[in-house]
């Protein structure tokens, strides 16, 4: 596993940046970067499971193994999804982390992703576009 680091600053409170991500309309936008048409299924409380779907509902599930509102999400890669059954996957500690810190005057998100060798150039080039997503629609929400 090579953990792979992301950052931007973003133009709002913290309270801004944690709805962008994880209220179900804003996830579906910002996560485009990563599949047109991506969503999630289950409750972010800690030590539940969620799902991320693509449109065909393939995807994965993960384990959340942090929720601190407004500050940090942590989940824990357990598998994969494929035709709607759960293949469990030994990914080590694959998990992928979003830190929010508040700063004066705007809010640095960081991503922390625990990744296999074979994701790696996908992250390289997907996660810099997500986190752009998230601060355009932060930045521009009413």
Known sequence: MKKLHY???INAEPEKVWTTLWEDMHYRQWSSAFCKGSFYQGTLDE???VK???PENNGM???VIKNVPNREMVFLHQGEIHDGIEIPQD???ATESYILEETENETVLKV??????EFENFFE???P???QNVKNLAENQL
């Open 125 to 127: 080039e997907a996660f």
């Open 129 to 131: 576009r997500a986190l």
């Open 112 to 117: 922390e992703v625990n990744s296999s060798e």
């Open 7 to 9: 950052e931007i600053k």
């Open 52 to 54: 991320f779907f693509d």
């Open 91 to 93: 990914w080590e500690n």
């Open 47 to 49: 030590g539940s499971t």
């Open 61 to 63: 599930f993960s384990r």
